[in-house]
């Protein structure tokens, strides 16, 4: 296989330039019209009643916490495996992340584990929606609201993911999309906070806005900052939502083949369970096998990019203090977890020939 396949990367073309041209004729660059309407698409997607605009997702995180009134002495109760984000976003805020290990089918933070971990200092769980499908977001708001705590939810990954037919990030207080590059739908970078709350409406557009309820004023009755969106970002996340229904049946298809077509080898490599109860949009297509780096070298040497699950938080160098007890699931997924191409662009003979180098590898029959 000469050519190179990327394990990810986004579906850009020349409807694109349509909305990215409307915005520069308008000559408003920085957050107007077309951000309305990407918001307002964001909240019909979502069922959300208020969608705010943020320049990417982990400031989006931030501002939650802050809505929330969360900062030094609070804990926050987040799942061992996810992005540094996630974490990080609640160290920012001057609270502290606390650890909790993931489920060992679908890999989401483990609802069962959550009690243990509250203490007087806890405010809030951040449950985060990996790689495509949803938490148990009934035992975990049960939890929550058994223990007086609020709920942000992380579904940077979860554009077009539902829970027992609700969109993921509007179960809880507050919750945020993300439309990095490498994400279902793109924006470049930018976020998206998601709430039904008038009250954190106003207080995470305050944030945003240097402290203002609005532009062009300046009198600044509360503390803020520039988190703002532009048009441009917007122009592209507008294009990227008329193609999302055409993402997620492509996603769903690449998904369905991988599937059908290494069946025969799940003793050894073995398909991520989904909740029954979540409709997943399947931003990546991930297996687990205990023979994953050698598999890795073997397809990197035919050209095809994978990818390595999140880096479980309390193995991280960065935070070599702050996780005192071990993690065996976490990290057993992280050892074993490979994410196979699934780009919207990937081609059926591509995914063929992936299919087929896992199959000579594990010494399998291959299809044609």
């Not at 605009?53 to 009134?69: D, E, F």
């Not at 991988?258 to 989904?274: R, S």
């Not at 931003?283 to 990818?307: C, D, H, I, M, P």
């Amino acid at each position: 296989m000469k050519d190179f396949i990327p394990q990810i990367e986004p579906w850009i073309d020349e409807r694109e330039l349509y909305y990215l041209k409307k915005a520069i004729d308008s000559t408003y660059v920085t957050e107007h019209a077309l951000t309305k309407e990407f918001e307002d698409r964001i909240k019909n997607l979502t069922g959300a009643r208020h969608a705010i605009a943020y320049t990417n997702g982990t400031v989006a995180l931030y501002a939650c916490l802050k809505a929330l009134n969360i900062g030094p002495g609070d804990e926050v109760i987040v799942p061992n495996m996810t992005f540094v984000a996630t974490s990080n976003a609640v160290i920012m805020a001057g609270a502290n992340p606390v650890f909790c290990e993931i489920e060992p089918n679908t890999l989401c933070i483990d609802s069962l584990k959550l009690s243990n971990l509250i203490t007087h200092k806890t405010k809030a769980i951040m449950p985060v929606h990996l790689y495509g499908q949803s938490a148990d977001m009934h035992t975990i708001m049960e939890i929550a609201n058994k223990n007086n705590l609020f709920i942000i939810e992380d579904a940077a990954q979860g554009v077009g993911v539902k829970f027992d037919n609700k969109h993921v990030g509007t179960y809880g207080d507050l919750g945020i999309l993300s439309f990095y590059g490498n994400k279902t739908i793109t924006c470049g970078e930018g976020g998206v906070i998601l709430t039904n709350c008038d009250k954190l409406q106003k207080a995470c557009y305050r944030l945003k806005n240097h402290g203002r309820d609005k532009k062009g004023v300046f009198v600044h009755d509360y503390i803020g900052f520039n988190f703002c969106f532009t048009e441009m970002q917007a122009a592209l996340g507008l294009s990227q939502l008329d193609k999302l229904p055409e993402i997620i049946k492509r996603k769903k298809e690449i998904y369905d083949l991988y599937h059908e077509k290494l069946i025969g080898l799940k003793e050894i490599f073995k398909p991520i369970a989904i909740d029954k109860r979540t409709v997943p949009v399947h931003w990546f297509t991930s297996f687990l096998t205990k023979e994953k780096a050698g598999l890795q070298k073997y397809l990197r040497n035919n050209n095809v990019q994978t990818r390595d699950f999140f880096y479980p938080l309390n193995m991280q160098p960065c935070y070599k203090n702050m996780a005192t007890t071990d993690f065996p699931i976490s990290k057993k997924i992280y050892y074993e977890g490979i994410s196979l191409p699934s780009s919207y662009n990937l081609t059926k003979k591509q995914q063929t020939d992936i299919i087929n180098l896992i199959c000579e590898y594990f010494k399998h029959d291959t299809f044609n």
